[in-house]
């Protein structure tokens, strides 16, 4: 025991391994148990590590025998229709998603697989690998909401909790005020703060599937997946095709004057003074480093994790301000934290 927790050495753990019988062989190996050793001065590892790779294990072997059921051409790859119908009859057996309504199923549906195809699917191709499924950490979100007891914050924080997708489909709504069902360029310029600038809104519009110049739910979602998590290659990805006006793949002066422009004509509307474009350029630019100086490229925004600050710098009055302010911000939280200790 180290603490409360139980250790187990190599021989042992064989010991262990054939008494469990044939079945668990696979688990009672020198590759698991080394990849298993950590720090252990005796040479163990911890026996709840194991049990939860083994656990681990057989939930990913039984989950990729559960989606395989949905590949329907047999290649190893789910269209958009079969996710639909693994997420619609895993509805069930998620307790934290017994309050949905039967009405709402379709939309939550629509909700959650859009997360999945618009990370997984960057090409658009309409199928994802059911490897690349297993791969990443989504399906260990929407299957947390078996646990009963998940606390509120998980459940705020989780994409595919009840919570979440009443949250946008929600906004959705509400932004939708003729409700048609559908988001014109007016009603989804109040997304958000109301600040993000009509130019980059054309854009959205110009690049992204709308239907009479109208947007609908499943596009929307994008947008959403998009701004909420701009860090991700796959955001900065779709962020970075409105931006590139000029299609050539990569960002210059001129795109980047663009878009700042109508940040600059947003803050004389709003009474501020407009900052320079030579020193907000000059700043992207530094921030980025990219290789060729004259140009940035998708992946030297990628690579220089600012893709989330240059994107809201052009895009976003308020986030524009909060970039600009961002001394006087923090300095006020500090200030306001010292107020806090001192009561």
Same mark, same amino acid.
């Given at each position: 025991?180290?603490?409360?927790?139980?250790?187990?050495?190599?021989?042992?753990f064989l010991k262990v391994g054939e008494k469990a019988g044939p079945k668990c062989k696979q688990f009672f190996t020198a590759k698991v148990f080394a990849k298993l050793l950590h720090t252990d001065s005796y040479g163990r590892i911890s026996i709840m590590q194991f049990f939860n790779y083994v656990m681990r294990k057989v939930w990913l072997?039984?989950?990729?025998?559960?989606?395989?059921?949905? +590949?329907?051409?047999?290649?190893?790859?789910?269209?958009?229709? +079969?996710?639909?119908?693994?997420?619609?009859?895993?509805?069930?057996?998620?307790?934290?998603?017994?309050?949905?309504?039967?009405?709402?199923?379709?939309?939550?549906?629509?909700?959650?697989?859009?997360?999945?195809?618009?990370?997984?699917?960057?090409?658009?191709?309409?199928?994802?690998?059911?490897?690349?499924?297993?791969?990443?950490?989504?399906?260990?979100?929407? *299957?947390?909401?078996?646990?009963?007891?998940?606390?509120?914050?998980? %459940?705020?924080?989780?994409?595919?909790?009840? =919570?979440?997708?009443?949250?946008?489909?929600? %906004?959705?709504?509400?932004?939708?005020? +003729?409700?048609?069902?559908?988001?014109?360029?007016?009603?989804?310029?109040?997304?958000?703060?109301?600040?993000?600038?009509?130019?980059?809104?054309?854009?959205?519009?110009?690049?992204?599937?709308?239907?009479?110049?109208?947007?609908?739910?499943?596009?929307?979602?994008?947008?959403?997946?998009?701004?909420?998590?701009?860090?991700? =290659?796959?955001?900065? %990805?779709?962020?970075?095709? *409105?931006?590139?006006?000029?299609?050539?793949?990569?960002?210059?002066?001129?795109?980047?004057?663009?878009?700042?422009?109508?940040?600059?004509?947003?803050?004389?509307?709003?009474?501020?003074?407009?900052?320079?474009?030579q020193d907000v350029k000059d700043e992207i630019f530094d921030m980025v480093k990219p290789k060729d100086p004259l140009k940035i490229s998708l992946q030297d925004l990628i690579n220089s994790n600012q893709?989330?600050?240059?994107?809201?710098?052009?895009?976003? *009055?308020?986030?524009?301000?909060?970039?600009?302010?961002?001394?006087?911000?923090?300095?006020?939280?500090?200030?306001?934290?010292?107020?806090?200790? +001192?009561?």
């Open positions: 025991m180290i603490g409360e927790e139980a250790m187990i050495n190599y021989e042992n072997h039984q989950t990729r025998i559960g989606l395989s059921l949905y +590949d329907v051409a047999g290649q190893g790859y789910l269209r958009e229709s +079969d996710l639909e119908n693994y997420i619609l009859e895993l509805i069930p057996t998620l307790p934290q998603l017994d309050g949905l309504e039967k009405s709402f199923y379709s939309f939550y549906v629509c909700t959650a697989v859009r997360k999945f195809f618009f990370f997984l699917d960057p090409l658009r191709t309409g199928k994802i690998k059911i490897q690349d499924i297993l791969a990443c950490s989504f399906l260990d979100d929407l *299957l947390e909401l078996r646990d009963e007891e998940l606390s509120k914050e998980s %459940q705020e924080t989780n994409w595919f909790s009840a =919570p979440s997708a009443l949250r946008v489909y929600g %906004q959705y709504l509400n932004l939708d005020k +003729d409700h048609n069902g559908m988001l014109s360029k007016e009603e989804l310029s109040r997304y958000g703060t109301a600040t993000m600038t009509n130019v980059f809104l054309d854009r959205v519009f110009q690049e992204c599937l709308t239907y009479d110049g109208e947007m609908d739910y499943k596009t929307y979602l994008d947008f959403v997946l998009a701004l909420e998590n701009r860090k991700e =290659p796959a955001a900065l %990805q779709y962020i970075f095709k *409105l931006l590139d006006i000029e299609n050539k793949g990569y960002l210059n002066v001129f795109s980047l004057n663009y878009f700042f422009r109508a940040i600059q004509e947003l803050m004389k509307i709003h009474g501020q003074d407009p900052v320079s474009f893709g989330d600050t240059v994107t809201t710098i052009l895009i976003d *009055l308020n986030g524009f301000w909060t970039y600009e302010n961002r001394e006087a911000l923090v300095a006020n939280d500090n200030e306001n934290s010292t107020d806090l200790d +001192d009561t």
